[in-house]
């Protein structure tokens, strides 16, 4: 397995480490806000983490205020991102079996935190080969999701920890010609399948060149009612579109969680910002968990940005995190390393930050519902106020900085 | 003026400076992106920042793609922060005439770096006094947006300088019944007013009272097609609301203004997330500028959150900053200082980013406008899969974490 020739860093919490204490403890309340802290890993686990070679990071919130007719609504919710065992270029039956066996380990350091719920990467059953534009062998990974071989092997594990798991893999629609999908498929905490859900929103950027094996989905915005909480799933480039979170909002999600395949050159300046802002706009909880490590295929591919052709996928900078309605996040796991994040929340926070913010008091919703009714017309007409003094003809170019007042940069 | 008994920390920009390099090249890179970098400030504008007690930056851009159809579209961007120069409690008349002086050196300043277009902080004509719930003598103060002594000051300096101004005030609209509004003039480089347009969302949320004083505006989502671009002001709390700032990119708004007056106690660890979210789901610039300081009351108000009453407002904390569409941001202006940012950016980058992320094409308006409709019906149903194995009266409380697996925390 090849790794990129420079040392990725570990992670931005990492580096705040290094800050002098006041500055420290000043930057992570601003960045992170004050909500969430570290606890106490059981040992079992640290062991387990130590001996396979994966993080593990566990938090628990505070601040929910105490309610009188709820009962807290505490929930442990887990993200696992890992890298492919081995590599693109192996047999795809040797693939499966070792993202499986990699997967199992996994899951069980996050039932020996007592994780209830847990989601994972997307795309986890098959390495991200849409980058290549080949279809064989990795189109033959994807599989059923109703009674494919990685579903059967999760509803096991959900059985076994009474846990609800998130399984976002490459489908095989046989009902549909055979259609591909992206899909989430959640599975019930007593083994059982609740639903699946397909992405909403395929990516056309960069190396990420899904819309050539797979549309968009046409489940709408189906809200899982879990024993666990009622969970949305926003499927990676999802997260782009602030209307997708807002639609498992409205309904009903309380978390929402976001499956990604996302690499450092494209997003990473993104990654703490969308999945957050969703949390504090919709009044839920966020989860994004993403990929982590190299991917390298056996054939060069393009980029489609003017670079030479390249057989790697640059690195996938994991990171996964929790934020909350409240606008506080979890620190994320590290850019580098398979890891299991464990966060211990209170649902009832939700309604909370509802209620305080008053967001779905003030949000308008009629006039946004006509607004993207007559946008999505061709005669839509945008409503623009010109500046009566600029020229009739065409639309003008800005004027360059003043000269007079220009010497701020050539 | 009273100043609050904690010494404010300047900005997380200035703690970061604190870190070794390697991880500062590192955080730095991840938490602002890599688009803008420092220029220098003319040393005329950096004695008027030392004789008058504030601060300024400057940044330019880089990494836009040079096209071959349309030139570069440069603009200097400005964001204006200040403290109320004397308390609420002085003669309404003084504290007007006190804010007109101070800007008229601000915005000097803006024009010694080749400011274009600048945006002012929110009620910048006012200090904010709506979280007192009382209405006099502060109501007084809300002025004509057409020809009223603020609007008519900042006349003469945008055609001076040859810069578009937004000015954002509390409004008194003469024509209907006298009522108050949150309204943004937008002031052509000419010195003529292009038009206005009125907060769409209107906070309830602990000390920001404004719903006793006015009520949601009605003029949808104006884009001002100004000499420098094409300009939408998304005000104060509509930042929270994503469809707010899409609306203003789906007419056409190359830049975004934010101008708010936000604490530190409420909302700092929001700041950096919103406006850059919506800079990177719209393709557009946007630009956050916030209020700095502490403005107290003559009579103790409460909070509605339980605490004692208290005649401050807290710590308006600026951190103004840009955010490019390609989620790059610039550093802010500091937490404690009244301030001028200028950015030269290139507006073509507005376009290009449409074409490589794709988010026009995959945004799906069509299902989101069904979506929103029917959400506001009153017969609404959300789209909702149960776990067929809950029990099946009522809604259950999720399960507590598991008691075999419960060793994380108490």
Wanted: glycine share 8%; net charge negative; with cysteine.
């Amino acid at each position: 397995m090849s790794a990129p020739a420079k040392v990725e860093m570990e992670s931005v919490e990492s580096s705040l480490e290094n800050l002098p204490p006041q500055d420290k403890t000043f930057v992570q309340k601003i960045l992170y806000g004050d909500s969430f802290s570290a606890v106490e890993i059981p040992e079992a686990v640290r062991q387990m983490a130590a001996q396979n070679d994966f993080e593990v990071k566990a938090f628990k919130q505070h601040g929910v205020i105490p309610e009188q007719t709820r009962a807290p609504r505490i929930v442990r919710v887990g993200a696992i991102q890992n890298k492919i065992p081995v590599q693109p270029d192996a047999p795809i039956q040797e693939q499966l079996r070792a993202l499986h066996e990699r997967m199992a380990v996994l899951i069980q350091a996050a039932a020996g935190m007592g994780v209830n719920v847990v989601c994972l990467q997307e795309g986890w059953n098959i390495p991200f080969f849409m980058c290549t534009r080949e279809r064989y062998p990795w189109c033959e990974m994807a599989e059923s999701a109703t009674n494919g071989p990685t579903v059967l092997f999760l509803q096991e594990l959900a059985r076994t920890y009474n846990m609800v798991i998130i399984s976002p893999i490459l489908e095989r629609d046989e009902v549909h010609m055979n259609q591909i999908k992206n899909t989430a498929v959640v599975i019930s905490n007593n083994g059982g399948i609740i639903g699946k859900h397909s992405k909403n929103h395929i990516p056309r950027v960069g190396d990420f060149n899904e819309a050539s094996y797979y549309v968009e989905g046409t489940d709408g915005h189906p809200v899982f009612e879990t024993a666990f909480g009622k969970i949305g799933i926003a499927i990676c480039y999802g997260r782009h579109h602030p209307l997708n979170w807002q639609a498992f909002a409205l309904n009903g999600a309380e978390m929402i969680f976001n499956p990604s395949a996302t690499v450092a050159g494209l997003s990473e300046p993104l990654w703490g910002i969308e999945a957050r802002n969703a949390a504090i706009a919709n009044s839920v909880y966020t989860i994004g968990v993403n990929r982590v490590g190299c991917e390298t295929y056996p054939n060069a591919f393009t980029s489609g940005n003017g670079t030479p052709a390249h057989k790697d996928f640059g690195w996938f900078f994991g990171s996964s995190y929790l934020a909350a309605p409240n606008g506080s996040r979890t620190p994320g796991l590290s850019r580098t390393h398979d890891g299991v994040l464990c966060t211990e929340i209170d649902l009832n926070l939700c309604r909370q930050c509802q209620d305080i913010w008053s967001f779905p008091m003030t949000g308008r919703h009629e006039m946004y519902a006509k607004l993207l009714t007559a946008y999505c017309r061709d005669d839509f007409v945008p409503q623009t106020v010109r500046d009566p003094s600029l020229p009739v003809a065409g639309r003008q170019q800005p004027q360059p900085a003043q000269a007079q007042a220009s010497p701020v940069c050539k």
